[in-house]
């Protein structure tokens, strides 16, 4: 399928600009995506008519209202979201500890809900946040339960970055590690993704048994002890097991339930 280069260019600046952690100059934008200031300026001119990205004074860039619409209308047309959001304060509550659901994006995964426990714990994270999926708890839960050859192909294009001295980056070592996905239905993350916090995380499955996201309970490692991992494990997997029932799966096991009450 042929590409146009123009939507390409344009869809490019709209990635900078939304992930700029502050309003960023046309000038910076051409220069770093190679693009003519000319270009640039039509380009941003024609997305700041569609109100895609706003021009404030001084000529900085800042992600335009439009963006939110797109965003909200394909919020609402995911069931996940929904039901996730629904679910994960009740247990952030019950855990004292973060709740976050999120789903994978290629080497990614990107949050989708998070909700805070009564501990007032300051995260990096935030609702629709990315980070490499090897190095997260709610990714390894993903991972860990995607068919073999799945989570071979992730191994083999995935870069394995190190965001921590915790993080795992050998292909192997990550493979043995979510291997306790499969066997438990629990993944971990020992100060992986970000120093000083630990967490749990469990797979959740749609109708037709498909893992679409991973949900996680976060908490500080100080406090994160062999009792308080083992009973926030349990309290992750009936998290997991809520939001996938929400999302019309029926585990093997409660098929089998039903038929002996027949």
């Known amino acids: 399928m042929r590409k146009v280069p123009a939507l390409q260019r344009a869809v490019a600046i709209l990635d900078m600009v939304t992930a700029a952690p502050e309003p960023i100059k046309v000038a910076e934008l051409?220069?770093?995506?190679a693009i003519p200031r000319n270009s640039a300026y039509e380009l941003v001119g024609t997305l700041a008519d569609a109100r895609l990205v706003n021009v404030l004074d001084g000529g900085?860039?800042?992600?335009?209202?439009?963006?939110?619409?797109w965003g909200s209308a394909y919020a609402r047309g995911i069931d996940l979201v929904s039901e996730a959001a629904a679910l994960a304060g009740g247990f952030a509550r019950r855990a004292d500890s973060t709740v976050h659901v999120a789903r994978l994006d290629g080497e990614d995964v990107v949050y989708l809900v998070k909700e805070e426990?009564?501990?007032?714990i300051r995260m990096g994270s935030e609702v629709g946040g990315r980070v490499p999926a090897h190095a997260t708890g709610v990714g390894k839960a993903i991972l860990g339960a995607l068919p073999p050859?799945?989570?071979?192909?992730?191994?083999?294009?995935s870069p394995l970055d190190r965001l921590t001295p915790s993080t795992i980056v050998d292909a192997d070592l990550l493979r043995a590690d979510i291997a306790s996905v499969a066997r438990l239905g629990v993944a971990y993350d020992r100060e992986e993704s970000s120093r000083?916090?630990?967490?749990v995380a469990s797979p959740v499955r749609?109708?037709?048994?498909?893992?679409?996201?991973?949900?996680?309970?976060?908490?500080?490692?100080?406090?994160?002890?062999?009792?308080?991992?083992?009973?926030l494990s349990v309290l992750v997997v009936e998290a997991a097991r809520e939001l996938s029932s929400r999302l019309g799966y029926v585990s093997p096991g409660e098929i089998h339930d039903e038929g002996n009450e027949q």
Request: hydrophobic share 35%; glycine share 8%.
């Open 206 to 231: 749609d109708s037709n048994g498909t893992v679409v996201a991973g949900i996680s309970i976060s908490t500080l490692a100080n406090r994160m002890t062999p009792e308080t991992e083992e009973r």
């Open 149 to 157: 050859e799945e989570l071979s192909a992730f191994l083999r294009r």
């Open 30 to 33: 051409a220069a770093a995506l």
């Open 117 to 120: 426990g009564s501990q007032h």
């Open 60 to 69: 900085t860039l800042v992600p335009g209202p439009r963006l939110l619409e």
């Open 196 to 199: 000083d916090v630990c967490c």
